[in-house]
């Protein structure tokens, strides 16, 4: 026989108040958005706490530290010692599997000059790195000392890794 039409607004009424029905669904479905919502909210926070965790056994120090995640956005302020803790922290938050972005909001005791940042291709090394930006690659181990201690050896860097590469005086 196979699938058949009928006018849904047409026939005998069994299922009681239509209305009834639809307001009850449209309230379950509001209580469910709502549900997900406090959910997601929950995530974001338990997020936040355990990258500040993750900031805080590293090491760094910053006062009035303050992390907060929405979806893979994270915004962190407090006022850190100078500017390299400030960019390490930073990095350090963004390596993080599921965090895409940092606004930073950090600020710092110290004013120093900023580094740049580098995004690890396949096939990089600390050396060829170097080479890159200073011309020179046994000047590694100055990209290697800038990323401790989320860098625990100068062969442990992976693809998508961003790395501080600090300026240089010749």
């Given at each position: 026989m196979g699938l058949m039409s009928f006018l849904k607004g047409a026939g005998k009424k069994i299922f009681g108040n239509e209305e009834e029905e639809q307001r009850a669904a449209a309230a379950a479905a509001a209580n469910e958005a709502k549900a997900a919502e406090a959910a997601r909210m929950l995530a974001d926070r338990?997020?936040?706490a355990a990258l500040a965790a993750e900031v805080s056994a590293l090491g760094f120090e910053v006062e009035e530290l303050s992390i907060k995640v929405s979806g893979d956005t994270a915004t962190v302020s407090g006022t850190a010692a100078?500017?390299?803790e400030r960019e390490k922290v930073v990095l350090a938050i963004g390596n993080v599997h599921g965090i895409s972005e940092v606004d930073d909001n950090l600020e710092v005791a110290e004013k120093e000059p900023e580094a740049t940042f580098y995004t690890v291709?396949?096939?990089?090394?600390?050396?060829?790195?170097a080479k890159a930006h200073y011309g020179n690659a046994m000047k590694y181990p100055v990209i290697f000392e800038a990323n401790k201690p989320m860098l625990s050896d100068p062969d442990k860097i992976y693809p998508g890794q961003v790395l501080r590469i600090p300026p240089i005086e010749d």
């Open positions: 338990r997020r936040a100078n500017q390299a291709v396949s096939g990089d090394s600390l050396s060829k790195i």
